[in-house]
């Protein structure tokens, strides 16, 4: 049996460096505030979205530096 499915690929580039800016600009003291999402803090949300970026863009020490 054949997979005759296709899959867009997206380039999330542009979108992870929007991302990345924030992250930087995000104080640790921010980290557990709430978002419009129920449930997610700001540190659940850049989580998320750094899942998705290519790992060239993201700091992995943003979470363990101090401010």
Do not use: Y
């Not at 709430?34 to 943003?62: E, K, Q, W, Y």
Request: aromatic residues 8%; positive net charge.
């Amino acid at each position: 049996m054949t997979d005759d499915r296709t899959f867009d690929t997206f380039d999330l580039g542009p979108q992870a460096l929007i991302v990345a800016r924030l992250a930087a600009g995000t104080a640790r003291e921010q980290l557990d505030r709430h978002t419009p999402c129920p449930g997610f803090a700001v540190h659940n949300m850049l989580g998320h979205l750094g899942g998705l970026a290519p790992r060239r863009h993201i700091d992995s020490n943003f979470f363990c530096r101090k401010r």
